[in-house]
Each structure stands twice: as C-alpha cells, then as structure tokens.
C-alpha cells in the first residue's frame, strides 16, 4: 500500500482544489456516495453524481473519480471519454486489471478483491470502500504517518458483520416477507441502506425501498405488516426522536425489525433483532458501513435462498452490468 501511495502521490501532485465528482453505477454509485462524505470530513470539496446522470462537459469538475468493479460499465466508459474531452483528471477504482475504463483514466486503482462469483457485487464493494478511504487521505495531504482507524479497524468489523450470519438467518427464518423490505439510513448511512435495498432486489429478486430513518411512519406506514421487514442502520447507540417514532410504526404494525447499530445491542425477540459491533472496534457511520456490509448481503441471500432464487446469476442482471 505505500508504494500505491507514493504513486497516487506523485499522480495528484498539483491537484489539492478544486471540486471532485465521484460517480458511479449500482453498487458502485453507493461507494462514490459514502466517500464522498468521507472525503468532506477530510476539507475535500467532493460530492456524487450517478455515472447515468452526470454529463463532465457541463459539471465543470476538474476531476472525476469513477468505481467501476468490471471496468466495463457502459455509462461509466461512456462518462470517462466525455471527462477526457473536458480536460478533467481522471482517476479509477476497479477490480478489474486491464479493463477498457482502465485505459481512458490518468490514474488506475486496481482493488485486489479477487473474482467476484455472483453477478452482485459483494467483497468488490468493500475493497472498493478501503481503497476510496485511502486515496481521500492521500489527496487531502495527510501525512505518511498518520494513520486511518476505520480502514485499520475494517477487517474486524467485516468478521463481525460475518459472525452474525446465523442471528440473520434465524431472522429471515422467523419473516414470512413479501415485501417490500424497508431499508432505513440514518446520518452518513443512507448510502448504505440504499445499498442494502439494492442488494435485496437484485439477489432476493423481491421489492425493497430505501428511506430517511425517519420517514417510514409518513406514507410509507400504509404498506406496512407482519411480511414487510424493517431494516434501520444507525451509528447512534441509542435511537434518536427520528428513529424512533420508525420504529414505533413498525412495532404498531407487526412489522418484523432489524436494527443495526452502534453501541450495545437493544432487546432482540418477538419480531425484532439488534446487531452492533464489539464495543472494542471504532464507532460512527463509516465503521459502521464495514460492520453492516456483509449484514446486507447476507440477508439479501438468504432472503433469495428462501424465496428459491438464483442467488448467484439473477435473472437480466448481468446484460444490465455489462451493457449498462
């Protein structure tokens, strides 16, 4: 990592201002979001822009960093040609050596997550998220030595969001879902409950939304039942006023709930379970964005392997990744 660093180093040399678009599609578009805010606490003027939407000709970014796990998708070759012709600096996070968008960027970060088995990208994500924290630490100048307690503390909290595996599966068990699944983001999470709506349609192939943390008790409330599970990720140990009257709603419902949090777990059972990493680990929305990532995913799979989904290949997904 030091030699990619150096070598991020020298290829951001002269690049501190200046606004930064971080852009992408899918799950990679929930990566750009959650770094973007990273990169905010860092003094980086950086924002998001979905690789669908955003036209660099007329966003006058100077730079654009684009995550991209194949290094094929279409809007985002699409998007790096149209930031080459505005002069922008490009920069790329992918899982894919010798990709087509690797070849139209000025920098190329290739994350070393392996090959991915399902069409939905799982560990990608997660390296895509490390290598992101990295390279907004390098940007923003911080010094060699200082060192990043959430990246450090990551691996931790990924075993522990592993480790919960089977209260998840006890969880989905217990759920006769028919959705939709609710999937609630508290402050620096929203990325995270969109990501987790995103996984649940794609791999369980059945209906999810995301909202605020508090919005579930407006219109929403109206869907609401006993087979349609809530899911809340809050950094907050305690739930605030917002959380709150959410899960009031759900509880008046029936709704079954699963809140994942910092701090010490809540009172699980009668419909409801609370997951929150050890007490010992780094707290706040990015800890817990690694701690709740595998939560996600594995209740996206075993939500699927119970409705008797094609977990691994979804049905015209993977046309969708590749021609975008």
């Given at each position: ?17 200046g ?8 799950t ?13 606490e860092l003094?980086?003027?950086?924002r998001?822009?979905p ?5 660099p ?18 809007s ?8 080459a ?9 992918t ?20 090959r ?5 990208a ?25 060192a ?46 969109r990501?987790?709506?995103l ?8 209906p ?12 929403p409330?109206a ?35 699963l ?5 010490i ?58 021609d975008?």
């Open positions: 990592m030091d030699d990619s660093r150096d070598r991020w180093r020298a290829a951001l040399a002269g690049r501190a201002g606004e930064i678009v971080l852009t992408g599609a899918g990679s578009r929930h990566a750009a979001e959650l770094a973007a805010g990273w990169w905010r003094g980086l003027a950086a998001a822009e690789a669908t939407g955003f036209d000709a007329t966003g006058r970014a100077p730079s654009v960093v684009a995550i991209t796990q194949s290094g094929a998708t279409g985002v070759l699409r998007l790096l040609e149209g930031a012709r505005a002069g922008a600096f490009r920069v790329l996070v899982n894919t050596p010798g990709s087509p968008a690797g070849r139209r960027a000025d920098l190329e970060i290739v994350t070393p997550a392996g991915e088995r399902a069409v939905p799982t560990r990608s994500f997660t390296s895509a998220l490390l290598a992101l924290r990295a390279l907004g630490h390098v940007w923003a100048g911080a010094p060699r030595e200082e990043d307690p959430v990246a450090a503390a990551a691996p931790a909290l990924l075993r522990a969001g592993i480790a919960a595996e089977t209260r998840v599966i006890r969880f989905v068990t217990r759920v006769r879902a028919r959705g939709p699944w609710f999937f609630l983001g508290g402050p620096g999470l929203r990325p995270m409950a990501e987790g709506a996984k649940m349609l794609e791999t369980a192939v059945t999810a939304m995301e909202l605020p943390a508090g919005e579930l008790a407006h219109g409330a869907l609401l039942g006993e087979t349609t599970p809530v899911v809340l990720l809050s950094a907050a140990a305690a739930p605030g006023p917002a959380e709150t009257r959410s899960l009031e709603a759900a509880r008046d419902a029936g709704a079954p709930v809140r994942v949090a910092s701090g777990p809540g009172p699980s059972g009668g419909g409801r379970l609370d997951l929150a990493p050890p007490a010992s680990l780094p707290t706040g929305p990015a800890s817990l964005a690694f701690f709740a990532a595998p939560i996600l995913q594995l209740l996206a799979l075993r939500a699927g392997e119970r409705l008797g989904r094609d977990v691994d290949r979804p049905p015209r997904l993977g046309k969708a990744v590749r975008d």
